[in-house]
Structure formats: C-alpha cells, structure tokens
C-alpha cells in the first residue's frame, strides 16, 4: 500500500510560480511511475506529467510542456511539480498518482494510488 499528500496549492497571479509536493509513505519502488494530474470543476482529470522513480525519465502533456517540470528527491521520498508563467486555465485541483506497473500511462487507470489533491487557482 503507498500512500500519498500533496501540499502547496495556493492562489497566485498570472505569470507566477509555484511548486507542489506530493511525499509518498508506504510500499514504493524504484520503477513506480510518480504522475501528476489535474481537475477543473465540471472537468475529467487531465494527465500532466510522469516521472520514473528510478531514472528520472520525464514525460509532459503538451499544455504544460516548458512551463512545468516533474522532478523527485529519492531521500525524501517526495516527487515534485515546479509550475512556472501560470495561466487562469492552470486552476485546477492537482492529484498526486502511483503506477505500481509500469504501464507509463496518461489515463487515470494506469495509476493505482492517488492522493487526495491541492488547490491551485490562478488569477488574472
């Protein structure tokens, strides 16, 4: 069982940065899949990023491609999203997920763990 939590969320201004934290406790292993994903009201939860836990491979969706970066700390048990030049479209709630299979997916059923998320709202 791993479990996950986010933190970080919090209203910034347009153009800005910030970074989300997602610790994750638990039964984790070097070739877990670490994602990050996000969820507008009225909206489906919309891939963002994954990382390997292991090598560091990264992989973005286009939306956020040179303005986001997914990284980890290994010591710390922590995968990272350091968002920069934020859009009002950002806002969303930011969801924390695990792949314990390696299936390098951009769906929410690739994942199999999922924290409970962190506010982020952006304004213009």
């Known amino acids: 069982q791993v479990q996950l939590a986010e933190s970080g969320g919090r209203l910034v201004q347009a153009g800005g940065s910030l970074r989300l934290s997602c610790a994750a406790s638990?039964?984790?292993?070097?070739?877990?899949?670490m994602g990050w994903f996000r969820q507008s009201p009225g909206k489906g939860r919309e891939f963002v990023a994954w990382?390997?836990?292991?090598?560091?491979?990264?992989y973005y969706a286009d939306s956020v491609k040179g303005r986001f970066t997914i990284s980890r700390d290994n010591a710390k048990n922590t995968v990272y999203l350091q968002m920069n030049s934020l859009k009002p479209e950002d806002a969303a709630t930011y969801y924390c997920?695990?792949?314990?299979?390696?299936?390098?997916?951009?769906?929410?059923?690739?994942?199999?763990?999922w924290g409970h998320g962190t506010q982020v709202t952006v304004s213009s």
């Open positions: 997920a695990a792949d314990s299979r390696r299936r390098y997916g951009i769906v929410t059923s690739a994942y199999d763990y």
């Open positions: 638990g039964r984790t292993a070097s070739y877990y899949i």
């Open positions: 990382l390997t836990w292991g090598t560091g491979t990264t």
